[in-house]
């Protein structure tokens, strides 16, 4: 085939044009401190630590061995790509935290793996050809190698990425294998690989003709360039956008950087939200408020940004990055860690076994905050959400050093330059990076980044104005000879921001985090044994409880056209609070009564005096009301 002779050549001769990125850091050279270590160390005592509670697929030998079937739920890979997502969380939370027991069972499933290959070199169970399930696994592969680089995983990854055969390479979620191909590429200068992963991305649609084809086959360029919709499964959509990029970043061809950027715009055009992520239960649903997202992609998508981040440089991929994290994937796990759902909304005024008003699975316990789910994808993905924001907090670049994402922590730069991090962010509006040397000073660049929401950035070294105000959505480099106890301080003012959702609601924003009216709730064990659940259920019900709650006070309020919330003294502007007033808005009901969460009313009718309700940041909350109705000014008397 023509094309694929002139793919090769394009990847040798661009291969040199693209500006190297920014690489992340090994896992041992970051260590959180603070509100993000405490968090860290919660998720080690909920879920992440505690795999029976997770139940099936969780509470086996993972990727250590052959994952015996439980009954006849699923298809042979959903075991090991569940596994596989649970792995990369828990390996990257053990080096990041420094657990001896997290970080052995998390390399024990990578020894195994890398040292059973398959006769062709493939990786993986062999109870499927499906290399979607290692193409997750990879990840905690790369987590592993960044922290202890060894040539044989290269080779070993390199046999297995050379058996896939195009045809095969093509297909379904296959093709996210293109992201380890191009890592593996990048480590070990292997240009062929790079050359079948442009040809498989590039020309998917015409390598596909004259086959059987699913729904993950139709994600092409043709697709994401065309008229259509982009009325996709949420996953495929979160885990293929990253693809683009990662190809222009090994090619250097513009084609795929415009082929990424305006996909990645479209898609947030087509179905955002307001909490950071869009709708996807489980298929991209559009912009309706009443529509959730399923818990995978806040990780999923928050992991495709860092590559956008690293890629292109561009702080407008981590103001999105860390929206979703805070927002989107905080409030879709309780604060314990001890349950999640698996479709989120950012109106969710019940949450039960019964309350899942999405079309997908309805009226069922998938918005329920359990341990086990139906479908054991996010029980699994949530454990990476965390450990893959700390991991990229800090990158690094030939003498550069790089605060990309914020949250106290302390980074080894070097044997001899350290930079410590203090800061509530994002609750506060401060940044202090203090320089650790040993004797010497010590030349490095740091780069800060201001982010797109911020007005008003300041920022000092050493008591003195570094230069003139950084502007907004910017990085800016310091560039210096590093004394020990050298003072970087940057300010990022945050200001109560109203926003006019899709439908007319309101809601409202500071800084990176979405507010919300925490509905009054009733916390009850549920310990029905639903059906759908296939007999999964949390070992220790007690320690570890599937929940039902309910409301109990109002939830159906309303905001006028022009209220703005302020903030409440003493709390450093983390708690808010906004005149609002009940309307008559009652729930929506399943065909046997089941309460749901209804949309948005179209003419909000107060049937209450105005109240001062108080918000706070959407990651504390279960039942919220993000999204306010709007009521309409009375017309003017004449």
């Known amino acids: 085939m023509k094309h694929l002779t002139v793919t090769i050549a394009l990847a040798l001769v661009c291969l040199i044009l693209q500006a190297q990125p920014w690489q992340e850091a090994s896992l041992k050279d970051i260590q959180p401190q603070g509100w993000l270590l405490q968090k860290l160390e919660t998720q080690k005592s909920g879920l992440t630590g505690h795999p029976e509670a997770l139940s099936y697929p969780y509470n086996t030998c993972l ?80 987590a592993e190698y960044d922290t202890h ?37 990048q480590k070990t200068g292997d240009k062929a690989l790079i050359a079948r992963a442009d040809s498989a991305f590039r020309f998917r649609t015409e390598l596909t003709k004259g086959v059987k084809t699913t729904r993950d086959d139709h994600v092409t360029p043709e697709f994401l360039t065309g008229p259509e919709p982009y009325r996709m499964h949420g996953v495929t959509m979160s885990e293929i956008l990253k693809l683009p990029i990662l190809l222009y970043a090994a090619t250097g061809d513009p084609w795929y950087r415009e082929l990424g950027e305006s996909s990645l715009k479209r898609l947030y055009d087509e179905n955002g939200l307001p909490d950071g992520l869009f709708t996807s ?27 956008y981040l690293e890629i292109l440089k561009d702080p407008r991929y981590a103001d999105l990055l860390e929206k979703i994290v805070f927002n989107a994937g905080a409030g879709s796990v309780t ?32 918005m329920a905050y359990r341990p086990t789910h139906q479908t054991e994808c996010c029980a699994g993905n949530i454990h990476r959400l965390y450990p893959n924001y700390a991991a990229r907090m800090w990158l690094r670049s030939d003498g550069e050093a790089i605060a990309a994402l914020y949250g106290p922590s302390t980074f080894r730069y070097s044997d001899t330059l350290t930079f410590e991090e203090q800061t509530e962010y994002p609750y506060g509006q401060t940044v ?148 609002a007033r009940q309307i008559k808005w009652d729930w929506d009901k399943g065909p046997e009564g089941q309460l749901l969460t209804p ?18 940041p959407y990651g504390q909350t279960t039942l919220r009301l993000t999204v306010f109705p709007v009521i309409k000014p009375a017309p003017a008397s004449e």
């Open 432 to 579: 202090t990076i203090t320089a650790r040397t040993k004797g010497c000073k010590r030349k490095a660049k740091l780069t800060l980044r201001i982010p797109g929401w911020c007005d008003g950035a300041s920022l000092t070294v050493n008591g003195k104005p570094a230069g003139q105000p950084p502007a907004t959505g910017t990085f800016i480099t310091l560039d210096r000879r590093w004394a020990d106890g050298d003072k970087v301080v940057l300010t990022l003012p945050m200001q109560v921001e109203r926003r006019t959702a899709y439908g007319g609601g309101a809601y409202f924003e500071r800084g990176p985090l979405v507010y919300c009216y925490s509905i009054p709730a009733t916390y009850l064990k549920d310990t029905v044994r639903y059906g759908n659940m296939n007999g999964k259920y949390p070992a220790d019900d007690n320690a570890f409880p599937c929940w039902d709650i309910r409301p109990c006070g109002p939830w159906n309020y309303a905001v006028t056209a022009d209220a703005v919330p302020e903030a409440i003294p003493g709390t450093d502007g983390q708690r808010l609070k906004i005149p």
């Open 599 to 616: 949309d948005l009313p179209d003419n909000p009718e107060p049937v209450g005096p105005e109240e001062l309700i108080e918000l706070v």
């Open 335 to 366: 604060e314990d860690f001890k349950a999640l759902q698996y479709y989120s909304s950012v109106n969710q005024f019940i949450a039960t076994g019964t309350s899942n008003h999405n079309k997908d699975n309805y009226c069922s316990t998938w």
């Open 63 to 142: 990727w250590a061995g052959e994952i015996p079937r439980m009954g006849t739920h699923g298809r042979d890979w959903w075991r090991y790509e569940q596994t596989a997502y649970y792995t990369d969380g828990l390996l990257r939370l053990g080096y990041l935290i420094d657990d001896p027991q997290l970080i052995e069972k998390g390399e024990a499933g990578i020894a195994y793996t890398l040292s059973h290959p398959q006769e062709s070199g493939r990786l993986g169970t062999p109870l499927t050809d499906y290399t979607w399930p290692f193409a997750v696994f990879f990840r905690a592969i790369k």
């Open 149 to 185: 680089p060894d040539k044989q995983t290269l080779k070993v990854l390199s046999d297995h990425y050379h058996s896939i055969p195009l045809s095969q390479l093509v297909r379904r979620r296959d093709i996210i294998s293109i992201e380890g191909m191009l890592w593996t590429a």
């Open 281 to 307: 239960a489980e298929w991209l649903q559009g912009r309706e408020i009443r529509h959730s997202h399923e818990t995978c992609n806040a990780v999923d998508m928050s992991w495709t940004l860092g590559c």
